[in-house]
């Protein structure tokens, strides 16, 4: 007798072109077959950074665009875990700023989107110090954002702004939260300019208030 061969099942990639090839269309059994094609490249291994950011545009469209619920559910639950993907984290790297759930965003935020990131999604952000062209200003701001008992420390040890940020947050608090939780403290909204040099003048002024007391205080 002879032996009846399964048929392999396709290649990931020809299931994402497939998918691709068809994803606009709609009526009949089309959403039928995208579904037939989603649920089969949910568990499947991509096997390029290409690929996986095809996959992600195509899940995007179809979440834009849905033809039935059931399509919509499972376009829905794909997105949702599209992070926890293993070729994903396989090419996590060459995904960086996509902007692809799991991956890295190198980005200079405005103020307002920097505070809604790190209210929402609390250690998620990061500041990248290597190359950082702005730590001596930060150095001479960071007594601005310091509490008064933490001054002190800031006038007796002269350690770098990033490793003064990073006892300052502390180890629950990423550096970037902490830049700009006080930040956000000196008020509302950034100050300007002029009350800028106001604020660092009044800390000038109590600094040497501080120390003409502790010169008063050795002298006795």
Sequence with gaps: MARQRTARPPAPL????????????FGGDAAEHKLALLVALANARL????????????????RAHPDSAALLGQVTAM?????????????????????????TIRYSFFADTARWLSQ???????????????????SQRLPLLATWPETPGLDEISWPAQEWVRRLAGPDTSDADFLITRCQRLGGSAPTPEE?????????????ERRAQENKSQEK
């Design 79 to 103: 997105l949702d875990r599209f992070a926890e993907r293993s070729d994903l984290r396989r090419f996590r790297k060459q995904l960086a700023d996509t902007g692809i759930a799991g991956t």
């Design 14 to 25: 020809t299931l994402l072109r497939n998918l691709e090839a068809h994803k606009a269309e």
């Design 47 to 62: 096997p390029s950074a290409d690929a996986v950011s095809r996959l992600h545009e195509a899940l995007c469209f179809l």
């Design 196 to 208: 800028a040099l106001q604020i660092e003048e009044r800390v000038r002024q109590e600094k040497a």
């Design 120 to 138: 929402r999604f609390p250690g998620a952000l990061q500041v990248v110090w290597q190359g950082y062209e702005q730590e001596d200003l930060l």
